[in-house]
Structures are given as structure tokens and as C-alpha cells.
């Protein structure tokens, strides 16, 4: 189980607004997160991940405490390792495709297996630079899976796919998710998206 | 024709830069990671030597390394070692006055590299040095050459505080820059002319270089 209590002050152009979200995320579960632009679909990502650090709150995972700003606990991200897909996929420049998955895991059956999944296994040898936005964005998501994380936290990470290319992607990770028993959050602009794929939702006004 | 006053300057120049690229980098970075006081003033103090005249920083590296007080006296005593009108001072004094022109191109790069790029590193389980050896040093090479021929280039024309500290001696302090000074002095327009051409022929293979290099690798659109 994923508690979650958080409140953070948000930067807006005139004036301030509170992200203040609480709730509980069901292990396993896959959680559509959706809500107006700029009300902090992805802090509220990044605070789960450690990297950002809200004015008050309390995240507890699977009895594990990540963050207690009461008692002064905060465990940085290296030690909360989610799985994340950045927006703007956060890819490394100097790497190639084989080479970012050999950065997260040195499990080679599990990166080749990552490959095939993503339709990326021709392309090992390409830098970010030469793969298209859909290549670049299914690049970033097996890279977030690599280190087969326990919490994968999505930031609209099918937003430059193709339908086609979409639906068979999400059939083929809610595979992978099972075989994980990963807890998913999903940021998605497009409540149509995620249906069929998503079992709960958390909406950020 | 004297040619000591070329290798000095070369060997000034490699030496400060390597210096420089190992303490620069590291200062750089931590300089390119979020905003503090103390970073306003070590940035400020770095940046001096480029509005500070030459002369000026000469001067008080001259009477902070006076073997006669202070600082100088103590190195004299405790570790007999003395920086005015030596090699070591030469160094001493390249290495603070060329310090903005290494860290300045490559605290910008650093922080003109996404965010996410070290944040998805870290959620990957990789360490601050981890992340910066494998994922923000290769993604700024460009400037990381620029830094570097800027440095030597700035070593190689250093002229007033290298003159304040180290003096005119002949094979110990007399680099490149002091020698076209002294044979104007003396009238020998020769050798300045000798030494002047083979100190704008390196340089301009250098900036030359840096050119070609980098429009080779603005192909990465981080550049």
C-alpha cells in the first residue's frame, strides 16, 4: 500500500497555489492522475520520486517511510529507485539505446526482452538524436522499466506515440506491470487515453 | 635565437591547464547546482581576474608571497619554499588569474543541461559523481574544449601579473609575452617579431580548432 499525504506550495504566475493531496494507491494498481494544466500533476510525481520536497507531508511504502517531514525522514531518490518517464523523456545525449539500458541494469535477458517490447531492438546502436519523438518516448519508458521498480511513476508518456502504436504498447505493459507487481501512476492530459488500461484515478483540481 | 622563452610558455600553460581542469571542474559544477551566498562571493572572487588589471593581482600576489612577511615568510620557513621569481609562482599566479576562463564556459553547461537529466539518472539509482561522470561531463564536451583552449590561450598571453611575480629572469620566469616586451626594450625588433609570430601561430591553430570541433559536434540538440 501507497499512503500519501502532501502539501506543497506551487510557483504560478500571479500569486501562489497549494498542491494539498492525499490518498492511498492499492499495490498493483494502475492510477489514471489528470487534472487542468499547472495544478501539479507532475511535482506531485516528482515529490514521490524524491525529487522535489514538499512544505509538509507523510509517504509510506509498503510499511517503508520515504518521507516524514515531521520527523525530518526524507529518502533521497537513489533509494526510492521508481521507475520514471520524464515528459520530456530526459533521455541521455552521448547514449544509445542499448547503452541507457545498460546504464539502469546489467540483466541482459531483461533488456533484450525490454527491446522487443519497445520495437527497439533493430535500433541499439542509435543515439537519441536519430530516433524519432514515438522512438524517444518508448526509449524513455523501458528505461524507467529497466530497473524494475516497484512504483513506476509516468509522466504523459504516450503522447507522442501513433494510436496503433499506442494500444499494442499498453497491452504489452500492463503484461509487464503484472509480472512486476508494480504500483503505476500515469499523468495523462487525455482521460480518453488511458481507458481499459487504468483501475483507479486521482484528480488534481 | 632564444627559444627558452617559448617552451616556458608552453610548459606554463599545460601545467596551469591541467591544474585547472581538475580543481575547475568540480568548483563549476557545485558552482552550476542552485544559488547560495557563499556561491555569490567564491563565484565573485573567481570572476576578479577579469575586470581586476593584471597589475593590480600581480601586485598582491607579490607582497601575499614576499618571502619578507606573511604568508611568503611562513611558506620560507616552514616549508623553504619561496613563489616570487619562481616557476611555482609563475603557476601560482596563471592558475588564479585564468580560474574564471575554465570554469566560466562549463558552469554554463552544466546549467544549461536539462534538469531532468541528472533527476532521471538519480531515480535510475546513480549517485551525484555517477551521474556527472557518465551523464553530464560527455553532454558538455564543447565546452569542456572550450574551456580548456580558452585557459591555455589566456596562459599563453599573460603578461602583467606574470611580470609582477615572477620578474625577467632568463630560463626560470622569462615566457614568451615578457621576452617580446624585453627585446623592444632592447631594440631587437627580430626576435620580438620571432617570438610574436610563433605565440599567434599557436593560438590561432587553437581558436581554430575549437571552431572546427565544435561545429562538428553541434549536431547534439543540446548544443
Known amino acids: ?205 | 635565437m632564444d627559444l627558452s622563452p617559448i617552451w616556458l610558455t608552453l610548459k606554463l600553460a599545460a601545467i596551469t591547464t591541467s591544474l585547472l581542469f581538475i580543481v575547475g571542474l568540480p568548483i563549476a559544477w557545485w558552482l552550476s547546482r542552485g544559488r547560495s551566498f557563499l556561491k555569490t562571493i567564491v563565484e565573485a572572487v573567481i570572476t576578479m581576474p577579469l575586470v581586476l588589471p593584471p597589475s593590480v593581482l600581480g601586485f598582491y600576489l607579490l607582497l601575499a608571497f614576499s618571502p619578507q612577511h606573511g604568508l611568503g615568510k611562513w611558506l620560507q620557513d616552514t616549508f623553504d619554499t619561496q613563489f616570487v621569481f619562481s616557476f611555482k609562482g609563475l603557476v601560482l599566479a596563471s592558475f588564479i588569474y585564468s580560474m574564471p576562463f575554465m570554469t566560466g564556459p562549463i558552469k554554463s553547461a552544466l546549467q544549461q543541461l536539462p534538469v531532468s537529466l541528472a533527476q532521471a539518472s538519480y531515480t535510475l539509482g546513480k549517485t551525484p559523481w555517477q551521474t556527472f561522470k557518465s551523464v553530464l561531463v560527455p553532454n558538455i564536451k564543447p565546452s569542456l574544449l572550450t574551456a580548456i583552449v580558452l585557459t591555455l590561450a589566456h596562459t599563453l598571453g599573460e603578461f602583467g601579473v606574470v611580470l609582477m611575480i615572477g620578474g625577467n629572469i632568463p630560463g626560470v620566469t622569462r615566457v614568451a609575452s615578457i621576452a617580446v616586451y624585453d627585446s623592444v626594450e632592447r631594440m631587437d625588433y627580430a626576435a620580438a617579431n620571432t617570438y610574436s609570430l610563433i605565440l599567434f601561430c599557436i593560438t590561432f591553430v587553437m581558436v581554430i580548432s575549437v571552431f572546427v570541433f565544435n561545429k562538428y559536434q553541434a549536431k547534439s540538440p543540446l548544443e
Not at chain 1, 525522514?73 to 552521448?94: C, E, H, S, T, W
Not at chain 1, 505493459?173 to 492530459?189: D, G, N, Q, R, Y
Open chain 1, 1 to 205: 500500500m501507497i499512503d500519501l499525504s502532501i502539501e506543497k506550495k506551487l510557483k504560478v504566475y500571479q500569486g501562489k497555489q497549494v498542491l494539498k493531496i492525499s490518498h492511498q494507491f492499492v499495490p498493483g494498481s494502475i492510477t489514471k492522475v489528470y487534472g487542468p494544466s499547472g495544478a501539479g500533476k507532475t511535482t506531485l510525481l516528482k515529490i514521490i520520486a524524491g525529487l522535489v520536497s514538499p512544505e509538509k507531508g507523510k509517504i509510506v511504502v509498503d510499511n517503508q517511510t520515504w518521507l516524514d517531514t515531521g520527523s525530518n525522514i526524507n529518502l533521497p531518490p537513489q533509494k526510492r529507485m521508481p521507475g520514471f518517464v520524464f515528459q520530456d523523456y530526459a533521455l541521455f545525449p552521448n547514449m544509445t539505446v542499448l547503452a541507457h539500458l545498460q546504464y539502469a541494469t546489467t540483466d541482459t535477458e531483461w533488456i533484450k526482452r525490454l527491446l522487443f517490447l519497445g520495437k527497439l531492438d533493430t535500433l541499439t546502436d542509435h543515439k537519441p538524436i536519430y530516433l524519432s519523438g514515438g522512438q524517444q518516448q518508448r526509449l524513455a519508458i523501458l528505461r524507467a522499466l529497466a530497473i524494475k521498480p516497484k512504483l513506476v511513476l509516468m509522466d504523459e508518456p504516450f503522447s507522442a506515440l501513433d494510436p496503433d502504436m499506442k494500444t499494442e504498447l499498453i497491452a504489452d505493459l500492463k503484461l509487464v506491470f503484472k509480472e512486476l507487481a508494480a504500483t503505476i501512476l500515469i499523468v495523462s492530459h487525455n482521460p480518453q487515453e488511458l481507458e481499459g488500461l487504468a483501475d483507479g484515478e486521482l484528480y488534481i483540481p
